[in-house]
């Protein structure tokens, strides 16, 4: 106990940083499934990601993520398997914001792909890190 009252300023600067190095799981911030543009860059170099877009044609023509493929989510559960035939593959999918490639992502993962992610933020993220996008 004497060691508590001696060092109490030491024990709550511990334990603030702690709840601040918790706080974007406890805000929300950290979903299952959401990848940074720079981590998704590192799965396609790395490991062979396949991107889909699940954005609609017309926002798929306005720009995607280079070398993406295009599959509206409504059709994400009868054209993914025919498009990534291995499903232990990373894939990630990106949408304009990104709400769509959350969706899309939890439906891959129960359709078994494993590694099925979601680029936070959507094309917008990726647009403002500053990577390539191109136009159909």
Do not use: Y
Request: net charge positive; with cysteine.
């Amino acid at each position: 106990m004497k060691f508590l009252m001696d060092n109490w300023m030491l024990i709550s600067v511990a334990l603030s940083s702690g709840l601040l190095l918790l706080w974007p799981v406890i805000a929300g911030g950290a979903r299952p499934g959401s990848l940074s543009p720079a981590g998704a860059v590192q799965l396609i170099n790395r490991e062979k990601a396949v991107v889909i877009d699940v954005g609609e044609p017309h926002e798929f023509a306005l720009g995607h993520v280079v070398g993406s493929k295009n599959v509206p989510l409504g059709q994400i559960e009868s054209k993914l398997p025919g498009l990534v035939k291995n499903k232990s593959l990373p894939v990630i999918m990106v949408c304009p914001v990104g709400a769509r490639a959350a969706k899309a992502a939890e439906a891959a993962k129960k359709m078994g792909f494993e590694q099925a992610q979601a680029i936070a933020g959507g094309l917008k993220a990726w647009k403002e890190t500053g990577l390539p996008v191109e136009k159909a």
